[in-house]
């Protein structure tokens, strides 16, 4: 099993950032991809980045150029900087771990309200 702890969400004015922190605990050995999820109110849930062990990523078109993730194997840890935000990235965020099946945190609130 593997447990996720997220940190760093928040209320943040249009425009503005935040930096995201999942910690990965437990049966690491072996996870292959790290990343972060986003459902807002009245929609599904939906990939935002995500990062293999080698560093290949991933990203929703609709953050590309304004969020980064990154990932420190040794501290199983994945990072979402998030700079520019707009009103639309106002959602819950999901860390996401694959090993062999999907694990998930249980979501850190982002609101992007002036």
């Known amino acids: 099993q593997v447990q996720l702890v997220e940190s760093g969400g928040g209320l943040v004015q249009p425009g503005g950032s935040l930096r995201l922190s999942c910690a990965a605990s437990?049966?690491?050995?072996?996870?292959?991809?790290m990343g972060w999820y986003r459902q807002a109110p009245g929609k599904q849930r939906e990939l935002v980045a995500d990062?293999?062990?080698?560093?290949?990523?991933r990203y929703a078109d609709s953050v590309k150029g304004r969020f980064t993730i990154s990932r420190d194997n040794a501290k199983n840890t994945v990072y979402l900087q998030m700079n520019s935000l707009k009103p639309e990235d106002t959602a819950v965020y999901y860390c996401?771990?694959?090993?062999?099946?999907?694990?998930w945190g249980r979501g850190t609130q982002v609101t992007v309200s002036s």
């Open positions: 996401n771990v694959f090993k062999l099946n999907d694990y």
């Open positions: 437990g049966s690491t050995f072996g996870i292959y991809s």
């Open positions: 990062i293999t062990r080698g560093g290949s990523t």
